[in-house]
């Protein structure tokens, strides 16, 4: 019992203390799961160009980029499997050596004419509100030690699961089983019914995409990351080789993968590289599979099928498609919007019974004095 009531304390004082911050989080991946989707909804008229005989070539585009931003850490092709008639996204892998914002940037341009359609910092709420969104996500706007924060809320939510998983674990089956009702006496019974179904039903998912947030958030513990933040970007090292005939040579060696991600070299000692899906595999595995080449030489420096990794790589491999919900189709992703949503709510449903608890004890002592 004694334990009971040291596990239900340090339950309520963990989501009192990142309640606020688990509302903002939970709001913000629930509309990242559609977050393709909403991008392209917001932006339909712009993001939607005019097909044309044939497109610019991939240089043109890395050439410009590199004029416009001469000191970039990396640039990344990041829709490469849109539709014909869609804008090319760019992510811009920028640094203002500030520890402080992550630097993030999106250029999209159409594919045709060349014309920049948008272009800013994600730390903006233009070019797009849904890529703040995303950088907030992970960061809450504050760069590397936002990162970290996120990252020990991600703990904070499994330690929040874990002490509320002992608690009420008389009720779980009960709550599964639907033999737990909601008691409308009062507000109160409610409130208290309402949190022990939410989190049950809630409980194999949040501890799912905790725990994936905390591991994707990771490097921000990493020394070498904050000081490579704070370091200027040299003057940018642009590929010898052209990255075209490097992306169709990427085709010819893997002819079975959908591009997903093409990275961009600007600095030296950095790779080309192409990362997507291959036909067949399991969808919790897909964008794992990834092609490098010197950009340099042209050299074909590696092949990599998520197939042929350990058992361990293969694990780690889901975590983002676990995080996002994007392995199992448009009805897992509907439940990981609401799922998003449950933290905040429990966090509400917590905090109303905390204070009514407080009140009562409050009183106890005022009757007994």
Not at 39 to 58: C, F, G, I
Not at 214 to 222: D, I, R, T, V, Y
Request: hydrophobic share 45%; proline share 4%; glycine share 8%.
């Amino acid at each position: 019992m004694k334990l009971n009531r040291q596990l239900f304390r340090i339950h309520s004082w963990f989501g009192l203390i990142n309640g606020f911050f688990l509302i903002l989080l939970g709001l913000s991946g629930s509309a990242l799961v559609f977050k393709k989707e909403i991008d392209d909804w917001a932006n339909k008229e712009l993001l939607t160009v005019q097909q044309q005989q044939k497109r610019l070539p991939l240089d043109y585009f890395y050439e410009d980029i590199a004029k416009r931003y001469p000191a970039i850490d990396g640039i990344a092709w990041i829709n490469p499997d849109d539709a014909p008639d869609k804008a090319f996204n760019f992510r811009l892998y920028l640094n203002d050596a500030r520890i402080t914002s992550y630097d993030l940037g999106l250029i999209t341009y159409d594919p045709f004419t060349g014309r920049i359609l948008r272009e800013g910092e994600l730390q903006n709420l233009t070019p797009s509100a849904i890529e703040w969104i995303y950088q907030y996500h992970f960061s809450i706007q504050v760069g590397v030690p936002g990162a970290a924060f996120v990252g020990l809320l991600g703990l904070c939510i499994i330690i929040s699961i874990i002490t509320g998983f002992i608690i009420y674990k008389k009720h779980i089956i009960q709550v599964l089983t639907f033999r737990i009702k909601i008691n409308r006496k009062s507000w109160r019974t409610i409130t208290s019914d309402l949190h022990r179904i939410v989190g049950v039903w809630a409980l194999f998912f949040n501890i799912i995409i905790a725990f994936t947030g905390f591991w994707l958030n990771l490097f921000a513990f990493e020394p070498k990351v904050w000081a490579n933040e704070m370091i200027p970007t040299k003057p940018n090292t642009l590929a010898k080789h052209s990255l075209d005939s490097l992306f169709k040579q990427a085709l010819i060696e893997m002819p079975d993968l959908t591009p997903q991600y093409v990275y961009l070299p600007t600095q030296p000692n950095k790779k080309f590289f192409v990362r997507g899906a291959v036909k067949g595999e399991a969808a919790i595995w897909a964008g794992n599979n990834s092609i490098q080449f010197n950009p340099q030489t042209g050299e074909l420096i590696s092949v990599n099928l998520i197939a042929d990794e350990n058992l361990w790589n293969k694990i780690e491999a889901t975590f983002y498609s676990l995080h996002i919900g994007s392995y199992g189709g448009g009805l897992i992703r509907v439940i990981y919007v609401f799922v998003g949503l449950t933290p905040g709510f429990l966090s509400i449903t917590g905090f109303l019974l905390w204070r009514r608890r407080r009140k009562r004890h409050k009183m106890a002592i005022h009757i007994k004095k």
